[in-house]
């Protein structure tokens, strides 16, 4: 059975930083795109950052593009989004999502197989 599972999120001030953690079991994780999603209240979830299996190549949405970076242990299962200069509209449940196996990155959730429960990330003015 596949989990993934995020953490790490929770609240800051205008300007603070979190990491933020995604792991999974199930995967043969080495294998996967990864992408990392978020929806505010109300919102449509937004792709924000997406790493591809093997090289690790990434790209991001602009909103972050700059302040944020994604990351992947493969020995750990487990990606990483390093958001820096959060901003009150980064505020937004966060969500890491796998991909098929050897098929790269998208920006479009419906491309995604495996969700996680997500994460909530507060940032205040």
């Known amino acids: 059975q596949v989990q993934v599972m995020e953490s790490g999120g929770g609240s800051v001030h205008d300007g603070g930083s979190l990491n933020l953690s995604c792991t999974t079991t199930?995967?043969?994780?080495?294998?996967?795109?990864m992408g990392w999603f978020r929806q505010g209240t109300e919102q449509e979830r937004e792709w924000i950052a997406c790493?591809?299996?093997?090289?690790?190549?990434?790209a991001y949405a602009d909103s972050v593009k700059g302040r944020f970076t994604v990351s992947r242990d493969d020995a750990a299962n487990t990606i990483y989004l390093q958001m820096n200069n959060l901003k009150p509209e980064d505020s937004a449940m966060y969500f890491c999502?796998?991909?098929?196996?050897?098929?790269?990155?998208?920006?479009?959730?419906?491309?995604?197989?495996?969700w996680g429960q997500g994460t909530q990330v507060t940032v205040s003015s």
């Open positions: 790493i591809m299996w093997g090289v690790g190549k990434t």
């Open positions: 999502a796998a991909r098929e196996p050897y098929v790269s990155c998208s920006d479009s959730w419906s491309d995604y197989k495996y």
């Open positions: 199930g995967l043969t994780f080495g294998a996967y795109a």
